[in-house]
């Protein structure tokens, strides 16, 4: 079954808000997706869903955005390289790619257990949806960087800050096959943090407009991008 990226979105958004409620299951047209394994170490968490031809993990954002957005100031810092791209030769970055320390360390709490769940899921599909909101869209995207999931990914993210320079960004959208990210409204946490020059985006942004498309926190809400996703005619 291939989705079309509305199709898409509604699944990776209902993913981002499962993070949150932990109902465990999500719906891709006729078929339910059980969740197959839930990952936590701290705030970071991730959860995995498989289904009969693809694959769903999504990283959790955070329950409360002012808090985090305060928070981000204490996060910048050295960024860190994340893996070896030997296996694009001669197409390579111009530059060494990097990465947001403070995303960085956030998904390394969760690296080895992904992986070993990600190596325990049977079946022959090879394509996955990595998704996640706010934080975890960040994390998300470093995801993509530091594994192997399939040859077929699709990254979905809502409400996901700047997360790496210009070349780990264009890494990031070698691996994938799809790449869709959405700001809602004035939502004004893909802005952070301030770029200076260093911090980039890996795709252009999708617009939607939630009920609290005006309303900075309100905007950053998973449900209002959901409203956003529904009423979105692109």
């Not at 078929?31 to 769903?56: H, K, L, P, T, W």
């Not at 530091?146 to 040859?151: I, M, P, T, V």
């Not at 946490?189 to 999708?206: F, N, T, Y």
């Amino acid at each position: 079954m291939t989705l079309g990226n509305r199709q898409l979105s509604m699944l990776a958004v209902e993913a981002c808000i499962d993070s949150y409620v932990e109902y465990g299951v999500l719906s891709a047209g006729s078929e339910i997706m059980a969740r197959s394994f839930s990952i936590r170490d701290g705030n970071a968490a991730a959860n995995i869903y498989q289904g009969r031809d693809f694959n769903v993990i999504c990283f959790r954002g955070t329950d409360d955005a002012m808090d985090w957005i305060g928070n981000m100031r204490l996060t910048l810092a050295e960024p860190r390289y994340i893996k070896p791209y030997r296996r694009m030769l001669p197409f390579v970055p111009n530059a060494r790619p990097l990465v947001h320390r403070g995303f960085y360390h956030e998904y390394q709490r969760l690296h080895e257990e992904v992986l070993a769940a990600v190596a325990r899921i049977d079946g022959e599909q090879d394509h996955w949806l990595v998704t996640g909101h706010s934080l975890g869209g960040a994390m998300a995207n470093v995801a993509v960087l530091r594994e192997s999931f399939g040859a077929s990914i699709d990254l979905v993210t809502f409400g996901s800050p700047r997360w790496g320079n210009k070349d780990a960004c264009w890494l990031a959208s070698q691996y994938t096959n799809r790449m869709l990210r959405f700001r809602n409204g004035i939502d004004i946490v893909p802005l952070l943090p301030a770029p200076l020059g260093r911090w980039k985006h890996a795709c252009p942004e999708i617009c939607l407009n939630g009920s609290n498309s005006n309303r900075p926190v309100g905007a950053h809400n998973i449900y209002d991008y959901r409203v956003g996703l529904q009423r979105y005619n692109g």
